[in-house]
């Protein structure tokens, strides 16, 4: 079955530690997001890449890295400086500008 | 700069009446619209889209929503409530030719026996 994967489904992270989370598409899609959700804000974008080796700078980006060396793989890197990183984070994947198709999401907890 | 409004945090229904979640959006030319639904836990999953033509879109699990051009609007109906369209509802906005969506901060939906 085609789908976005994410894994872990839940990480947690003590304070000053870098963290990558992982999301896996096998939908042949070029475009590829990570959102991050917190309660009552709804979904904001940190980077989104169009093609491999490749990507843009989100709304929320400062704090997170991200890098696209495979079609099927863009991994987010949840970094030290990101001040509150706790929160659900959604990877997604789209064909140009059509419908985006997400996966099942990893929720990060800093102890 | 396009921005999505859902104006209703919460709202509960009982089972088998009608459901209707309202969503404007600002946007400049003609948009691309969606609505998602998610689960508690999970991912977000498409009901429907609107990118031009008929103006009134269906959509899976009995959803249908109405574009409204003149009032800047996409919202999302279903005439009967089932328990398990108990959820979180997410509108989205997007330009025709770029990547990027906008999504609006949703509308949880309890459903009530």
């Known amino acids: 079955d085609g789908g976005i994967t994410q894994s872990p489904k839940y990480l947690f992270r003590k304070e000053g530690q870098n963290v990558t989370l992982s999301c896996e598409q096998n939908l042949n899609h070029d475009a590829m997001y990570w959102y991050r959700q917190d309660p009552g804000q709804g979904l904001r974008l940190i980077y989104y890449?169009?093609?491999?080796?490749?990507?843009q700078k989100g709304d929320i980006a400062e704090g997170y890295s991200v890098s696209r060396e495979k079609k099927e793989s863009f991994p987010l890197t949840v970094t030290s400086a990101q001040k509150n990183p706790t929160a659900f984070y959604l990877c997604?994947?789209?064909?140009?500008?059509?419908?985006?198709?997400f996966g099942p999401g990893t929720r990060l907890t800093v102890l | 700069a396009q921005s999505v409004t859902q104006p209703d945090i919460h709202i509960t229904v009982s089972e088998g009446a009608s459901l209707e979640l309202r969503c404007n959006y600002s946007y400049g030319a003609t948009p691309y619209l969606f609505w998602y639904v998610q689960s508690p836990g999970q991912g977000l999953q498409l009901l429907l889209k609107?990118?031009?033509?008929?103006?009134l879109v269906q959509g899976i699990k009995g959803f249908e929503a109405e574009f409204k051009r003149s009032q800047s609007s996409f919202n999302l109906r279903k005439p009967s409530v089932h328990w398990s369209d108990a959820a979180e509802y997410f509108c989205a906005v997007g330009p025709s030719n770029d990547y990027k969506l906008s999504f609006g901060a949703g509308t949880t939906v309890t459903v009530r026996a």
């Open positions: 890449s169009q093609i491999v080796n490749d990507f």
């Open positions: 997604a994947s789209s064909t140009g500008g059509n419908e985006q198709f």
């Open positions: 609107y990118f031009s033509g008929d103006t």
